[in-house]
């Protein structure tokens, strides 16, 4: 089977999302940039361990570091969520629809046996 850059995308962003502390460092950047310091000050951990989840969100697409000044601020990639976000949208409308074609199927039988 073959994968997609998409479908490799998307399992990166998956995995990344799998970490509470990933997800933690998302939902901060959601309400605006930060330092690998600011966002380290949040946790019991070291700020190398930070750094690597950072590494993670980045090779995600999630998150991307720019550079002012001296700093390289870390920024939220809204896409790569809402590729996410897209994906589990389908795949819940999907199940939806085999699930009502589901219920129709029992009420025909369970009409029919009456």
Same mark, same amino acid.
């Given at each position: 089977?073959?994968?997609?850059?998409?479908?490799?995308r998307l399992?990166?962003?998956?995995?990344?999302?799998?970490?509470?502390? +990933?997800?933690?460092?998302?939902?901060?950047?959601? *309400?605006?940039?930060?330092?690998?310091?600011?966002?380290?000050? @949040?946790?019991?951990?070291?700020?190398? !361990?930070?750094?690597?989840?950072?590494?993670?969100?980045?090779?995600?697409?999630?998150?991307? @570091?720019?550079?002012?000044?001296?700093?390289?601020?870390?920024?939220?990639?809204? !896409?790569?969520?809402?590729?996410?976000?897209?994906?589990?949208?389908?795949? +819940?409308?999907?199940?939806s629809e085999?699930?009502?074609?589901?219920?129709?199927?029992? *009420?025909?039988?369970?009409?029919?046996?009456?």
């Amino acid at each position: 089977m073959t994968t997609t850059v998409d479908e490799q995308r998307l399992d990166a962003v998956f995995t990344a999302l799998s970490d509470r502390t +990933r997800r933690d460092i998302v939902a901060r950047l959601s *309400a605006g940039e930060a330092t690998v310091t600011e966002l380290a000050d @949040r946790y019991a951990m070291t700020l190398q !361990a930070v750094s690597q989840h950072i590494r993670v969100l980045e090779r995600s697409g999630l998150v991307t @570091r720019g550079r002012h000044r001296q700093t390289r601020p870390c920024r939220l990639e809204p !896409a790569a969520l809402q590729a996410a976000g897209s994906w589990i949208e389908e795949s +819940r409308r999907t199940w939806s629809e085999r699930m009502d074609r589901l219920e129709t199927h029992l *009420a025909r039988l369970q009409g029919g046996e009456q």
